[in-house]
Every structure is written in structure tokens, then in C-alpha cells.
């Protein structure tokens, strides 16, 4: 099936530890993207990336990293600079931008925690 | 700067008791609108894209319309199985290319049996 899996869905941190959230999209899409979603918030964007080998910061890029080697995978990780990582993290992704405005999927979420 | 608000935060229905959730939107060049509907511990599900005033979309029973200042998603004849959070995005901003998507925070929708 077509689709954006994310993995795993669930993972615990230790403080100082990074972590990286796994990606995989089969949807031909070139752009992905990471969203941070806390309660009583909008989703966030985190990174996002329209083409292989690039991306760009988003709203709160600080204390993650990520990269695009290959078109279908965009690996997030969760460094120790990140002093609130406890979350729902969403990975998604869509077709390059047109003036009209392109739908963007979302995967199924990870939950980070820190212990 | 832009802006996305959902309002209510919260909404309980009858079953069969229809009603609308609203998304009002400053942005500086509206590119789409965007509506999803999340459950409980899932990534969003993408439900409809609107792209300019006046246009209309169906889907079962949920409809949803747009304006030059706000969209509403109609619930018809709701279900409990219609129970959800349903979120609202816009694309925004004219150049630059980018399909950045600003989100509401949205409506938590719960249909009672």
C-alpha cells in the first residue's frame, strides 16, 4: 500500500541522549516534512525538505537535525540540545509546491518521551 | 503575521444533530485551505482542500465552504463514529516555494449515541 510509515511509534529518552525518528515514504512525493504536535497547540513545522540532499529550518528547528540521502526517507533526530523533546511527532510529505497549493499526507506519529 | 483559529474548542453532539466548526484565517495570500480530521493518538487524515472563495466540497456527511476570511466544515446528521479532532491549515504567501502548512489547533468533536 501507498503511504508514509513512520517507526517506531513509541521511544523513550534518556536525558542527554539524541534519538532519530525513522521516515519512509512510497508516494513518489519529493517533499517531506517533520511537525511537532504538543497539546493545546497547532501542529509546528520542524524541517522540511523539497528535493534530495536539501532542507530548511522551520518554525522551531532548534535542537533537531535531519537529512534527505534518498527521496523516499527523511530521518529526524531528537539531539540532547532539545531541553523539551516530550512529544507527538508527524512525518509527512507531498508533491513539489504549485501556486495553488498542494495537499500534504501525514504518517501515523511517534511518541517520544523522555525518562 | 498569520493566523489560524478554530473555534469551539470543543463541541458535543447528539447523534443526528448537525452543526458547523469554523476556521477563521489572516494570512497574505491564501494558496489552500486544508481540512483533517485526527483520532486519538493518529496522524491526520486529509479530508478536503479549498482554494478559493465561494468553492464548496463534500464528503459523506461533512461539508466544507470557504470565504475570504473563514471556512466552516458542516457536520450533517452526525454519527459517533464522526467523533474526532478536526483540523484546519492554511498555505500561505505568494514566491518562495514552499508548501508550508499553518495549523489551527483545532476542534475537538465528540457525537453521542
Known amino acids: 500500500d501507498g503511504g508514509i510509515t513512520q517507526s517506531p511509534k513509541y521511544l523513550f529518552r534518556k536525558e542527554g541522549q539524541n534519538v532519530t525518528l525513522s521516515c519512509e515514504q512510497n508516494?513518489?512525493?519529493?517533499?517531506m516534512y517533520w511537525y511537532r504536535q504538543d497539546p493545546g497547540q497547532g501542529l509546528r513545522l520542524i524541517y522540511y525538505?523539497?528535493?534530495?540532499?536539501?532542507?530548511q529550518k522551520g518554525d522551531i528547528a532548534e535542537g533537531y537535525s535531519v537529512s534527505r540521502e534518498k527521496k523516499e526517507s527523511f530521518p529526524l533526530t531528537v539531539t540532547s540540545a532539545q531541553k523539551n523533546p516530550t512529544a507527538f511527532y508527524l512525518c509527512?510529505?507531498?508533491?513539489?509546491?504549485?501556486?495553488?497549493?498542494?495537499?500534504?499526507?501525514f504518517g501515523e506519529g511517534s511518541w517520544l518521551t523522555v525518562v | 503575521e498569520d493566523q489560524v483559529t478554530q473555534s469551539p474548542e470543543a463541541l458535543r453532539l447528539q447523534e443526528g444533530e448537525s452543526s458547523s466548526l469554523n476556521c477563521s484565517y489572516t494570512?497574505?495570500?491564501?494558496?489552500?485551505l486544508f481540512w483533517y480530521r485526527q483520532d486519538p493518538g493518529k496522524g491526520p487524515e486529509f479530508l478536503f482542500t479549498?482554494?478559493?472563495a465561494g468553492e464548496e466540497k463534500e464528503k459523506e456527511r461533512l461539508k466544507a465552504t470557504l470565504t475570504k476570511k473563514e471556512s466552516f466544515l458542516h457536520i450533517t446528521a452526525p454519527k459517533p463514529e464522526d467523533s474526532a479532532t478536526y483540523l484546519c491549515?492554511?498555505?500561505?504567501?505568494?514566491?518562495?516555494?514552499?508548501?508550508?502548512?499553518?495549523f489551527g489547533t483545532g476542534t475537538l468533536l465528540a457525537v453521542q449515541p
Open positions: 479549498l482554494y478559493s
Open positions: 525538505s523539497q528535493i534530495v540532499n536539501d532542507f
Open positions: 508516494l513518489n512525493h519529493d517533499a
Open positions: 509527512a510529505s507531498s508533491p513539489l509546491f504549485r501556486r495553488a497549493g498542494n495537499t500534504i499526507y
Open positions: 491549515a492554511v498555505q500561505a504567501g505568494y514566491g518562495g516555494a514552499t508548501n508550508k502548512l499553518i
Open positions: 494570512v497574505s495570500g491564501l494558496r489552500g
